[in-house]
């Protein structure tokens, strides 16, 4: 039960907003539902993105948006867009929308943000996790920082502010957002959501031959 189409899901969202453990269940929950499934990562694990990864103290404002921008377009080339041509459902862990908060809040204006992630795939399904800062920053406290960019109260508030704007840009250029809260809401329910919306974008279209 393998032949659904490939579909592109990208899942964003501010630090602790859920974003791993949500792709991690829902690669399971697909995979054990017949679909084929390939699960990545922005930075990519390839060498661009693992000094992006682990640079993000070495490299930062426009160097590092061109540094995650060049792994962005690499990845598309020799991952992402041959997974889509095999007929896979691709799940990848950030995207454009990181781009466009993360460097926003390392100083570089969303004009070369935008050119630079312009030629960028647009994704079938682009899902914004959402949550109240608050609670991110609890979640962050408690699990461990990842980066300079989960530094506490302040910098989860301005992620969440972002985060907004990016959604209305970003739908701005027709990238279909799957906006959903997981402030209240466990990964179950986030991965129920996110599956109903690829059941419903993997459904056979009608056969023209029943219609008229
Ligand atoms: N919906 C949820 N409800 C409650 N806790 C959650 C939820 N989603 C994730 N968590 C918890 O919050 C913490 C951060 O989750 P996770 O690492 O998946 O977030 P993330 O968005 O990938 O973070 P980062 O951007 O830092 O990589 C983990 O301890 C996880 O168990
Ligand atoms: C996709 C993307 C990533 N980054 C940076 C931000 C973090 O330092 C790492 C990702 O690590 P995490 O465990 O997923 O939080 O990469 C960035 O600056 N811009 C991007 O677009």
Known sequence: MTAHRGLFVTIDGPGGAGKSSTTRLLHHRLTSQGYAVHTTTEPSHD???????????????HALACLVAADRYHHLATEIRPQLAAGKIVLCDRYVASSYVLQRMDGVPI??????????????????????????????????????????????????????????????????ILAIDTTKCATEQVVDMIVQRIAQLTASPPDESHTA
């Open 47 to 61: 060498q661009l993105g693992e000094i992006a990864r682990h640079g993000t103290d070495t490299y930062s404002g």
């Open 111 to 176: 004009d070369f943000i935008e050119a630079l992630n312009a030629a960028a795939d647009i994704p079938d399904v682009a899902v914004i996790l959402t949550v109240d800062p608050k609670v991110t920053a609890r979640r962050i406290h408690e699990r461990g920082a990842h980066s300079r960019f989960e530094a506490g109260i302040t910098t989860s508030r301005m992620e969440a502010e972002l985060y907004a704007d990016t959604t209305h840009r970003l739908t701005r250029r027709n990238y279909p």
